[in-house]
């Protein structure tokens, strides 16, 4: 799974590098579905200080459409930004926030 | 056989094309027809018609035509499509038949001929019986026709011959044999075009006409099979999209089909081939999207029908193949000019075939057991040695009802397919697959994929229990996944190259990758880390490793006597290992204490190590290379007899080294070049840990990054820690040895600003404060290098002060040697400056010497120095302004020839210090100095010009400085003065003062200085101050060259200054000198004193008052 990840970074890197050459700062953090796989569809989110975000969803899964992605990604956004504003958060280390934890797994849940 | 049972049929995948027969040429003997054969085939291009030709002999038999079936009442379809039959109607059965016949229109033999002809043609016909393949004849000739409708003969013999075979005119063809053979066979072969799309249009007619025999309970395979025929004939008749309509129903009705257990392989199939032939057509028309629709439909559509489960590696086998085969068609498409995106491209297809592949092995390895021996009347052999049907069991032809109709056949039938699937080596296509799919990512920029597929490629060598190939690829993308830092994914991947290294008993990456799994970046858990430092260990004491887990026991005994043999090798028991580029379970860093250490300082070296394993690890040997080798003794650590030096799990721990500096490195760097760690021992296997540089590894400048941001938060907080922090531990790969700090006192004391020219004097005291001797004192003194380059023409330095320097004096004296300093000893000299430009100068003092001193117990000579730089700015040391003026100090703008007049130089000091002009001093700034020139100007020929007056020299030295010290010249150039001249002269001698009421005598002269006599008119003007005596008014005459005199005596008459009584003198001979001209040189006033009791105080005003120093009364005859 995580070499699926891994190489789901590929089209993020070429998905970045070409709206970075047209639009500068006003990007589109959502990237949308990224690989088309048997199993699994992967969706990409980039923020604005090149953090990436990554959902893998099962394919059959067809009650989450890409509105629904986006706000989850969002959120995870929001989150995200939370934690990194924690003063005793050192950026690179490891997330260790229940805030966060509770999100993401909220979010595991609820699309089951 | 197993491998290519997946494989499309040939006659699937390529492009139909209407075949057409052609009989009656002799390409073996003759050459006519072997050159028509040639034009025909040669050069087949785009732009010539799709037809694919065949030489055949004029009594061909063709597949015989089965008779035409009245009614399909009781007929049960056998199966979908006959394995035979698009091989038939691609290369057995024609469109079209020609028949090459050579006869020309006025042969002799017109009517043998003709009928010869007429009887091939009936052989031909025969051999076609039933179907409606056209037959159409050549005649080969050897003459040019004529333009059509202009032989009568030939139309006649054409109609007679078309009645005789039983042809349509447009059947028969001439084909002369000329020089333009290319041309009409390209206007022969579009007419067999036109024949065999007709032909294929009437069987496409015969195959739909059957439809309306056909009921849907029992002839559901038909339906399938005469869409798939018309769609194949479309295909023939070049009509690609009704090809694609009715392909697109034939795969609508092959879904429709009842699907069981029994049939469902041959459903697939079917289904698989028309997918195939969609695909295709969709990137033919270039609607590649709609390909890729309809593939992702057909897997939809398919991926569920698994069929039997004792052969659920036959589907994933056929899954495979479906996407191998649709990565082939995309890629294909590509090459004609398709362009593909990173998402979208084969690469997917072909990883997807190869997952598949990897599900048909491991299925295969489920449920093809070892054991089993092969049945014993072959299952699989049918009568004709092939399928009849596409997609059915051999042993069950033609059956189509749910059950198998023999369960035992059944049974062997499988287990035959099971045993057969064993042998096939699914590693190899699974390797093909992957290798087609990273070739597809590299091109697609997908580098992350690509690692991804190569991992899984090495993994698949490691299957296939190609160990080297498998490390190969392992090795390319390790690093990869090390500088993204993906951990976990770099374990995976280090532990199958552990097993490979293990399988392979290589040494080296044995310990590479054990090395690396017990290091930081490991995820794997505690025990596994522990079972492996046991083995490192034991490979380290040259024993043999315990075997890795989930290696096959086969592989594991081959290992191990692989590895009792490497062990029993003696010697080459020494690896050294590069560890740098990995993340080794020893860590090392090391550096200098300091950036630069003084050659009389000991050098200081720390290395620091700290092991990640779990279990503490000892070592024997620790060394520092250096840039310079021979410090290298002194970099050392070796562990002593039995005990060897040991690392606890986590901690740092510390060595220092410290070593002396030779003098001959002064202002070298000295770098480390690598650090070795030596595990094990002589008796077992040495093996040597080596870092370039300071140490460090592929993770730790990451690490140093991250330490160092958070140090930056928590500043406080690391202060209180004890040990350092490894993360932070900084390495330092190099020092500068400097020179020892100079214990010299270098002072310099002058007077600034220097003047210009002057010889400048800067006092240098040099004061030792060494404990030794200070010895080969040595000055270096001067201009500071690097200056402006004209400052080295216009500064001159010597040593020697009593004289002023010329040219040839150097900017710089370098290396002056001054002898020997005893400790507190001060010498002092003078070193003389002369600048003859004007500006700021750098000037360098740089006092060089050598020490012996002793630094650990050891002697060195030290060679120091000290530098000391002093900006001085030059000035001028006055300015000189110069001015001339008449006997009576009035200025003048022009000077009369031969007559005194002044020159009145002011010279201006702006030197800071008092100047010693010559002899007398002036002792203020700002105060000037004026000297008085009394000049006269000899007559030239050429009157009226401006004369060069000449330069003014002065002699000057600074006030301060001592008498012998010798005077500088300062030469200033005067100002060019006008001349003129005067025809006459007229002074006067006047007593400097008169008394009232005493006589004054006064004498005029006057001179004539023309050749010519001058005649002058003199009269003398009544005065009040005055009573005189002597001629009033007289006229007069005066040779050239002499002169007359007139003697006046006044009588003063009042006190004080009182004006003379003006003389008024004419010269009627020269009107241009006039009374004016020539009164200027006489005396206008006189002082006139009471009588002579009151002469004292009068005396006390003086005709002059200045501020001279000294006057000067030159008569310099100038030129």
Redesign the interface.
Known sequence: MSAFLHTSLDVVEEKISAVGKSLGDQRELYLGLLYPTEDYKVYGYVTNSKVKFVIVVDSSNTSLRDNEIRSMFRKLHNSFTDVMCNPFHNPGDPIQSKAFDGIVSGMMVQTG | MAGSQWELPPELCCRPMAFVALTGLDVVYNAVHRAIWDAFCANRRADRVPISFKVLPGDHEYPKCRTKRTSYEWYIPKGILKTGWMNKHLNLVPALVVLFYELDWDDPQWKEKQSECATKVEIVRTSLQGRNTKVAVVLIQKKTPLPPGEDLVASERAATLCNACDLSGKSLFVLPHTDHLVGYIIRLENAFYEHAQTYYYTEIRRVKSHKEFLNKTTHQLLFVRHQFKIAFFSELKQDTQNALKYYRTAYSLVHELRAHETNMLEIKTMAGFINYKICRLCFQHNTPLDAIAQFRKH?DLCKKKIGSAELAFEHAAWMSKQFQSFGELFDEAIKLGLTAI???NPG?YYQ?AA?YSQDRKQQAQQLCQAGATYPSPEPLDTQSGGLDFYGQRPWRQGHQSIDPPDAEKEKTGILALQIKERDVPHSELIIALLSNAVAQ?KKY?????K??LM?QMGEEYYHAKDYTKALKLLDYVMCD?RT?R?W??LTAILTTALRCAYLMASVKDYIIYCMELLGRASTLKEEQKLRIEKNLIKVLTNEVPDAEPECDSSSVSAAKSLWSDRMALAGSNELTIEVQDYIPFIQCKAKFQSPSFHVDQPIQLQVFLRADCPHPVSFNKLSVSLSNQEYNQWCVVESSGQESMSLLPGKTKRFNFSFVAKTEDVGKKIEMTGIEVMLGSDSGRCVFMSWRGAGGDAASTHEAL?AS??SR?WGRCLEARQEPDWDSLTMQHSTMIISRVPKISVQLSHQPPALNNEMYCISVTIQSQEEGVAKDVKLTAGLKPGQDANLGQTTHVTLDGSKVCDDTAPALLPDVPLGDLKPGEKLEWCVYVKCVSTGPRVFLFHVAYSIDTTVEGRQIVCKCHKDETVTIETVVPFEVSVKFVSTKFEPLDRVAVDIPFLLMTDILSSSPWPLLLASSSLQLTGESASECFCLRCPPLTNSNSTVATGQYLISWRRYSSSADSPLIQTTVTLPHVILESVPLYIHADVPSFGRVRESLSVRYHIENRTALVQEVEMAVEPSDAFMFSGLKQVRLRILPGSEQQMLYNYYPLMAGYQTLPQLNISLPRCPTTNTHTLRRFLPQRIFVKWLSESSGSAGGRRLHRCSLRRTHTHTNRLL
């Open positions: 897997i990173q998402t979208q997917f997807q997952c990512f920029k997908c580098p992350r994929m690692s991804h991992v996944y993204e993906w976990g994914l991250q941001r958070s938060r």
